[in-house]
């Protein structure tokens, strides 16, 4: 199966910081997803992108398929922007296999 | 829509008893389901991949007799831990895609249950 890997591992920031997050991926996939885990463990689905670059508010992803790598941007970071982010990538007939994750910590 | 939920939310064991949890797509149709393990400060481990009307899938090294699962329906999943012990406590959270081409909802985007925190004392 694939292998996915997750950089940084933590991250702290002061509110109103911008953070990029990188997602490597062994081989490639046609599915990729963004998460973010809640203090309560429920997994937040934050985008489903498998190529090009999406943006909801203040964050944005972009996969660059052909590179094999996915990059999660936050912006204007805020103290409930807190938590760990997953990164999972998925081949055809498989499941979602995940990244370590990032452990994102804001201070206000 | 594409709601995953899960029940219970937590529960409490004695060792050596069976716990079902259950997963259900409640607004779509999911011929197949995922149950992952998560233990503290890890990430997410694939357990098995649930198939509705066949048997399950199971990923190396989980064992299939501890871990029964039924995907009696295209709503609904169950995994069952066996005679369970303190080394099973752990997070379990389930996923499903839509699976169908051409639905609303995308067709490979995986949603997630809330999760189940078991406890075995």
């Known amino acids: 199966g694939i292998q996915v890997e997750q950089s940084p591992p933590d991250l702290i920031l002061q509110e109103g910081a911008n953070s990029t997050l990188r997602c490597n991926f062994s081989?490639?996939?046609?599915?990729l997803q963004w998460f973010h885990q809640n203090p309560w463990g429920q997994l937040i689905n934050l985008f489903y992108i498998p190529s090009g670059t999406k943006q909801n508010g203040r964050l944005s992803a972009t996969t660059v398929a052909t590179e094999r790598y996915s990059l999660l941007y936050i912006s204007s970071s805020q103290t409930t922007d807190s938590g760990v982010y997953f990164c999972?990538?998925?081949?055809?007939?498989?499941?979602?296999?995940f990244g370590k994750g990032t452990t994102l910590s804001v201070s206000s | 829509g594409a709601v995953v939920s899960q029940h219970p939310s937590w529960v409490i064991c004695k060792s050596g008893t069976s716990v079902k949890i259950e997963c259900r797509s409640l607004?779509?149709?999911?011929?197949?389901m995922f149950w992952y393990r998560q233990f503290p400060k890890q990430s997410l481990m694939l357990m098995a991949t649930?198939?509705?009307?066949?048997?399950?899938?199971?990923e190396q090294g989980v064992e299939k007799d501890k871990f029964l699962i039924n995907h009696a329906s295209l709503t609904l999943s169950t995994l069952t831990v066996t005679s369970a012990h303190p080394e099973d406590s752990s997070f379990y959270i389930c996923?499903?895609?839509?699976?169908?081409?051409?639905?609303?909802?995308?067709?490979?985007?995986?949603?997630f249950g809330p999760g189940t925190r078991l406890t075995v004392l």
């Open positions: 081989d490639s996939v046609n599915n």
């Open positions: 607004d779509f149709q999911a011929t197949t």
């Open positions: 999972a990538g998925r081949q055809a007939g498989t499941a979602l296999i």
């Open positions: 996923s499903a895609s839509p699976g169908l081409a051409g639905a609303v909802l995308s067709y490979n985007e995986q949603f």
């Open positions: 649930s198939n509705e009307g066949s048997k399950a899938t199971y």
